[in-house]
């Protein structure tokens, strides 16, 4: 019988890019849910990425742990195959062949987007080299870790994005990012659906990840304090509200219905009836709708 605190009990998760921010978020989230996660990123107690951030995917494990689920660290750079293979067939041979929840999580282009140069300005191996870190990492990652899902045929895949429309995200190579791995959720779905797997693409609104915690001086527990810096911020949500996201729809036993969708957690969270970590439930559409709308435009509707 299903613990209805613990609707994952039993099940297997990859969060790819689980280190910190809204991958940390996810991978908690279903820990707390009751799954086994594996937390695979290139920072680690070896030592950090380039990114240069102290967070870990030992302290995300530990943090998963300390949630109710298991949590296990894996250092692994997703451009590189041969890594992820190793990782997907240690998955396989730990787990009896299971994997029922992969999150495609992986970013690290932060320091690598330019926002003040258009197309034609803009540094090309920089570029490129952002796409490979965001787009690239999450084919390779779902060439080696679908089969899995499909050998038992079912399963979820989660690709996260920022904004779930048309609009325009301010810079040409983010852009193509965001928007690419949205099309790699629709491509997924059609490939899966004949074997029951489900494949959607899932953005927050403003995360509240450590990040920026960081460059607003303040910390989890006052972050409202940012807000006097950043107006914006106070619609903020923290990386737990998207990793509720995720683990309602990965117990959700209809959630083909909502394959190839561009999900959002404002919608889901009035869908699922979950709340933030602090009992609300932001929603930054209405948000936009209503004090950003006039400067940049509407938000558009979701693709």
């Known amino acids: 019988m299903t613990n209805p605190t613990q609707p994952l009990t039993g099940a297997v998760a990859l969060v790819a890019g689980g280190t910190r921010g809204g991958g940390r978020g996810i991978a908690v989230e279903l820990g707390a849910a009751g799954a086994t996660v594996y937390v695979s990123g290139r920072s680690s107690a070896a030592g950090r990425s380039d ?20 949590g296990i660290p894996v250092r692994c750079d997703h451009s590189r195959p041969d890594q992820v293979r190793a990782l997907v067939e240690r ?25 003040e140069h258009p197309i034609w300005e803009q540094d090309l191996d920089q570029g490129f080299r952002l796409l490979r870190r965001a787009v690239d990492t999450h084919i390779i990652t779902s060439r080696y870790a679908l089969p899995l899902m499909v050998a038992r045929r079912r399963g979820l895949v989660v690709e996260v ?13 983010y852009d193509l990012a965001k928007a690419s791995v949205i099309r790699l959720a629709v491509a997924q779905a059609a490939e899966l659906r004949p074997y ?3 494949a959607v693409a ?20 006052n972050w409202r304090d940012g807000a006097a810096e950043d107006p914006h911020f106070a619609q903020s949500e923290s990386p737990a509200y998207l990793g509720r996201a995720v683990a309602a729809l990965a117990a959700d036993p209809d959630i083909l219905a909502r394959s190839g969708r561009a999900l959002a957690t404002w919608d889901l969270s009035k869908d699922y009836g979950f709340t933030d970590a602090d009992g609300s439930r932001p929603d930054f559409a209405a948000y936009w709708a209503e004090t950003l709308e006039p400067e940049f435009g509407p938000m558009g509707e979701a693709l």
């Open 196 to 198: 029951g797997v489900a």
């Open 51 to 70: 990114l240069d951030r102290p967070e870990t995917v030992e302290e995300t494990a530990e943090l998963v742990a300390a949630a109710g689920g298991a």
């Open 91 to 115: 998955i396989s041979a730990e787990q009896d062949g299971r994997l029922d929840v992969l999150v495609n999580c992986v970013w690290g282009g932060d320091p690598l987007s330019d926002w």
């Open 161 to 173: 994005t920022d904004g779930n429309s048309a609009r325009y995200r301010g810079s040409v190579f």
């Open 202 to 221: 899932l953005t927050p609104g403003f995360l509240r990840s450590e990040a920026m915690l960081d460059g607003l001086g303040v910390t989890e527990a």
